[in-house]
């Protein structure tokens, strides 16, 4: 069964930083790879959706990379804003799974003013 | 994209009652998905909603405990059956496909349980 370990579990950094969130995901075999956003209370966001055939996605001030091979992911997310405060899922979807997705535990972010 | 919203939003029930969560979606989709989010966890699938046929759950969950409709392709619903205190979470449906064109997953925001 594909297991998706997502790493720091939480971190805060002041406002302007540029910085990392990693997902790591067990089965190579994947369809793709979903970023997603928590708020407290609030369902989930859509932030990048990279395709199995895809080493990287762009959008606004994130940018997702994928390595299948070594079964990896990074969110990148530059000059990072409070308003960038959320947990930040890693979510893959796989052969066994079909379009139903495998989750991480997320990373926690705050970003401080 | 797609705009999903979830009834009720949240509620308290007491032990050994049923709740019915419902999802509807503006616009037709082939696959819709149940997931469950228990208090500090990430999401885990409960099922497939299969319009027109039986769900599919995934392992540990039961239809006689988990029962869900999906009578056409913007509708479905779960019940949580005989409810107790470790069914308190967050219960989330999704949609993905063809005619949203994207293999993006989007979520309902959610209905909040809890259950004394």
């Known amino acids: 069964k594909q297991e998706v370990t997502q790493i720091p579990a939480a971190l805060s950094v002041p406002e302007g930083e540029n910085l990392v969130l990693n997902c790591s995901f067990t089965?190579?075999?994947?369809?793709?790879l979903q970023w997603f956003r928590q708020d407290p209370g609030k369902g989930l966001t859509s932030l990048l959706l990279i395709q199995s055939s895809q080493r990287e996605q762009t959008s606004g001030r994130l940018n997702a990379s994928l390595d299948k091979s070594s079964g990896r992911s990074t969110l990148y997310i530059a000059a990072s804003q409070p308003g960038d405060s959320a947990t930040y899922l890693c979510a893959v979807s796989d052969s066994n799974s079909g379009y139903a997705l495998n989750f991480g535990k997320g990373t926690s972010l705050l970003v401080t003013p | 994209s797609a705009v999903i919203s979830q009834k009720p939003s949240r509620d308290i029930c007491q032990r050994g009652t049923s709740l019915t969560i419902q999802c509807q979606v503006d616009s037709q989709v082939t696959m819709m998905f149940w997931y469950r989010q228990q208090p500090g966890q990430s999401l885990t699938l409960i099922a497939t909603a299969n319009q027109g046929s039986e769900a599919t759950y995934e392992s540990g969950f039961v239809i006689d405990k988990f029962p869900i409709s999906r009578p056409n392709l913007t509708f479905s619903t779960l019940t949580v059956s005989n409810m107790s205190p470790e069914d308190s979470s967050i219960y989330l449906c999704?949609?993905?496909?063809?005619?949203?064109?994207?293999?993006?997953?989007?979520f309902g925001p959610g209905t909040r349980l809890t259950v004394l």
């Open positions: 089965d190579s075999a994947i369809y793709n």
């Open positions: 999704s949609v993905v496909g063809d005619a949203l064109g994207t293999d993006t997953q989007y």
